[in-house]
DNA sequence: AATTTACGAATGGTTAAACCATTAGCAGTT
DNA sequence: AACTGCTAATGGTTTAACCATTCGTAAATT
């Protein structure tokens, strides 16, 4: 018949409303918190308790703490650093595998790029071409280029998903790009063919966006990814 | 010439250290850690400090701390509840617009799709038609039947993440559609032939997935998400 | 015998006051 | 002008005690 009373613990309460604030914009990124001795007589808590909900809200990325005189907790601007991490944490412990990671790779590029070329503006078009260009140059330098490349070959996605203009799109895509890399680094076998493969395809996107040609776009990119996925199946099967 | 001495505090080493147990396996879910009052002896630090590290613990999602006399921190599975609560955060704080969220759906559903379509098993499809039968009810009950149609809608979507069988595309999907309803909620005028639309999509959709028609479910669901997006577009312009 | 009640013990939750460690700014010195 | 050392404010940590919640068990009741 009636509801159970949330006994929210005292901590709990003072995450929210922190939280809360920050998130109605009565807290702005860049401000600080008061003194943790001037805090716990605000929330009429102890400075232990106190300090069990700042670890909380510093864990989530919301605060950022500061020791020294002029030190204290700082708001931060939200950012996806710690949904990175969290992805991080399910890649390690096998609950998301590389597989499960291009799929999902395979699944975002296309949109993305047919975004891209929507969206791109001529100083976008520019640096993606000053992108490929130093691409081409690592690829050059042979063998010793290639993790640069490969690093490159990511900045250029990056670039893309920046272009889309869309947050989800960079936020979700940053994270995955970070937590694939370690995979990349330790097990695929990169060889000549495939990053020269891996470059025509940049070529051929990059082009397809400075025209403003969405679809061709999206079909470039999703053939890209999925050519790549497969010889990484391959290698790993 | 030298590097920086990295000046650990004491519960961050508390923290490194139980989380590499859990990831080694030395912690395995279930298993529970010893109570506070040992555990901070076998740290050598104090329980203050002990409970900001079990506090960091928790807000990883890592483990999960209960009082009473049988409680104490419980090693838990890891899962992606935690990355759906940050990915809310984001969504919430970076004004991230219901044209970003719907976006980024328009990426995904397709893939999901067709993923879904190759993957789904008997019991899946059947349960996919259940879900049919139940939004094609609401459909009948007229205007006061929309809200449960929306939401058995929403279902579908996700049973068919579900069925793609990868933990990315859950765990997105999840947490837009939870942000995405309450925009839909608030401001979007339904009608009956937009609703009925719908229905007809899903079935096409659920059609295609049931026959293991991967591209055929891949274009229905982004032709479905594009219609409805352009819809929303007018509805709010 | 079965059920209910009351209590004890173990565990997390919270408090209080003190002291340690770090750091920006200032005052004095060279 | 540049260096040096002090001061004060802030977070980091410790200690010891008590409160609150919960499970098991023993006692009381039916």
Redesign the pocket.
């Known amino acids: 018949m009636f509801k159970q009373v949330k006994?929210n613990?005292?901590?709990q309460d003072v995450v929210e409303q922190i939280q809360e604030a920050i998130m109605e914009g009565t807290l702005k990124p860049g401000s600080m918190?008061p003194?943790?001795?001037?805090l716990k007589e605000q929330f009429?808590?102890?400075?232990?308790?106190l300090?069990?909900a700042?670890r909380v809200l510093e864990q989530k990325g919301l605060i950022e703490?500061?020791?020294?005189?002029?030190?204290?907790?700082i708001i931060r601007e939200v950012n996806s650093e710690k949904l990175s991490e969290n992805l991080g944490l399910l890649i390690r412990n096998r609950a998301v595998s590389l597989r499960d990671l291009a799929e999902f790779r395979e699944g975002m590029e296309g949109g993305v790029a047919a975004l891209a070329a929507q969206r791109a503006g001529e100083q976008d078009i520019a640096s993606l071409q000053g992108l490929l260009a130093v691409a081409q140059g690592h690829l050059k330098e042979g063998r010793k280029g290639w993790d640069a490349f490969v690093r490159t070959d990511e900045q250029i996605h990056m670039a893309l998903a920046r272009m889309s203009g869309n947050p989800l799109f960079i936020t979700v895509l940053t994270s995955v790009y970070h937590n694939i890399h370690t995979y990349y680094e330790n097990y695929l076998p990169w060889n000549k063919e495939l990053l020269q493969e891996n470059f025509t395809d940049l070529c051929n996107i990059v082009a397809a966006v400075s025209a403003g040609e969405a679809e061709r776009a999206r079909e470039i990119a999703l053939g890209h990814v999925r050519r790549f996925n497969a010889y990484m199946e391959e290698k790993q099967a």
């Open positions: 006994q613990k005292a901590y918190l003194a943790e001795r001037e009429g808590i102890s400075r232990g308790t300090r069990e700042l703490i500061r020791t020294g005189v002029a030190g204290g907790s």
